[in-house]
């Protein structure tokens, strides 16, 4: 009999500002909302952990219909400071 890994998923509810980063993340096993949110996610333990401390480096991008988590990337011309 083989032993299969159990991979733990978790539950993610996000709401989102006009340019879709994130202004509320949820994260949990189960997560539990008392209020609407925009998206829903299920995602594994790594983005998790990284959504719980750094959800403010993501935000929700809409590819047709399907939504999708991805990480901002900041471009800084030469000679010019990020705005904070």
Do not use: H, W
């Not at 333990?45 to 988590?69: F, I, Q, R, S």
């Amino acid at each position: 009999m083989d032993i299969v890994e159990e991979k733990i998923v978790f539950q993610v509810f996000v709401t989102v500002k006009d340019n879709g980063e994130l202004s509320t993340c949820e994260v949990g096993v189960p997560a539990v909302r008392n209020e609407p949110a925009d998206f829903f996610f299920i995602v594994d333990e790594d983005l998790a952990n990284d959504l719980k401390e750094n959800a403010n480096n993501y935000k929700v991008v809409l590819n047709g219909m399907k939504p999708k988590l991805v990480t901002i990337t900041q471009t800084v011309e030469e000679g010019t400071l990020p705005e904070n």
